[in-house]
């Protein structure tokens, strides 16, 4: 079992700056990819940004520029840098790590909330 806890969600001001950590822990196991998903209300559950195991990324349209995702594979860690916040990021965010062994599997984070006011 391997288990997600998320820290670094809040309130913040519009063009201000917040940085998510995600820290995963369980029995042994390595990482596939590692990832950020958000939900805002009334909306279904996007990706924001993915990192895979070798290094690359990708990233929603509407955060490109804004985000950045980094893994530290070490401390099976993954992190979202969010810079020049929006209302419209206001939402849920979910940090989400695939496992290649020892099966492949998808866990989930509980979830932060990011506000952004006005």
């Known amino acids: 079992q391997v288990q997600l806890v998320e820290s670094g969600g809040g309130l913040v001001q519009a063009g201000g700056s917040l940085r998510l950590s995600c820290a995963a822990s369980g029995s042994r196991f390595s990482i596939d990819t590692m990832g950020w998903y958000r939900q805002a209300p009334g909306k279904q559950r996007e990706l924001v940004a993915l990192i895979t195991s070798g290094g690359s990324t990708n990233y929603a349209d509407s955060v490109k520029g804004r985000f950045t995702i980094s893994g530290d594979n070490a401390k099976n860690m993954v992190y979202l840098q969010m810079n020049s916040l929006k209302p419209e990021d206001t939402a849920v965010y979910y940090c989400?790590?695939?496992?290649?062994?020892?099966?492949?599997?998808?866990?989930w984070g509980q979830g932060t909330q990011v506000t952004v006011s006005l």
């Open positions: 989400a790590i695939t496992t290649a062994t020892p099966f492949k599997y998808l866990y």
